[in-house]
């Protein structure tokens, strides 16, 4: 069983900002596989199956900051090794669109990835990062609490789809080769 996290930030203030995209292509994934989200106290939940493979698909509902603590109590509720999770989440350093997968590293400055390395004491579990872009005139924290602009709105559907067939092969074909086929541009 794996376990997919889209980071967000929950209410409607936050529908479909930059820093939302997790949330985003976890909701694409549950419509495509018909996964059914149930609101809990503290995310959104849904088990099914995607080509065969069974799945959870999580969003935290704590805010961006303190995703951890809903991660950390997912992984103990369902016993789930860290190699077997996928957090989905933005990437202000990489073009809008463009996707990334990782098996470890530092949280980058991302508040949501460092809320998940606190609270389970790793930075060893799987990532895929999707770009939006960066304004140099805009501080970060504003910028991300975004919507995309009107001509980015095709490059984000059609990221969010890439990263449905990301997640498809990484059950599928395994990580290294997801890596190989959508870390290329």
Known sequence: MWV???????????????HN??????EEVAKKYHVDLKKK???????????GHEVILIEPLLYMNRSGSVVKEILDKFNIPLERILVIYDDLDMDTGRL????????GGHKGIESIIDSISSKDFLRLKI??????????????LRKFKRDEVSVIKRAMEKASEALVSI???????????????
């Open 4 to 18: 997919v996290f889209g980071l967000g930030n929950p209410g409607k203030k936050y529908l479909r900002t930059r």
């Open 21 to 26: 995209i997790g949330f985003m292509v976890v």
């Open 41 to 51: 106290e503290k995310y959104r939940i849904g088990k099914g199956f995607i080509d």
């Open 100 to 107: 990334r997968i990782r098996n470890k590293g530092s949280s």
């Open 131 to 144: 770009g939006i872009g960066r304004d140099r005139d805009i501080k970060p924290e504003d910028y991300v």
């Open 171 to 185: 059950l599928t074909e395994g990580v290294e080769r997801a890596m190989n086929r959508f870390n290329t541009n």
